[in-house]
């Protein structure tokens, strides 16, 4: 990496850090549609998997039809995403 794009990232990571999110929501979020990697890399990759995180906690992890959003739940797709 060249000086330049190390004092970039630097700089950038720098800001984020000096300046937190101040309006963080604790709605619950579920991601859908994304391939979830579980443990040992051994262990089989949950395809189409779903993922609730509540108040900033993982409370659910499965595929998209066992893991069900509560009411007011924030929905991220993440099908085809890399």
Do not use: H
């Not at 994304?34 to 949950?46: D, E, F, Q």
């Amino acid at each position: 990496m060249q000086p330049s794009n190390i004092f970039a990232c630097s700089a950038l990571l720098g800001a984020m850090l000096a300046f937190p999110a101040s309006a963080q929501t604790n709605a619950p979020t579920l991601y859908e549609g994304a391939r979830l990697i579980i443990g040992p890399a051994s262990a089989a990759p949950i395809e189409n998997g779903a993922l609730l995180v509540e108040n900033g906690v993982i409370t659910a992890i499965g595929t998209g039809g066992e893991v069900t959003a509560p009411a007011g739940a924030v929905r991220v797709d993440l099908t085809g995403k890399p």
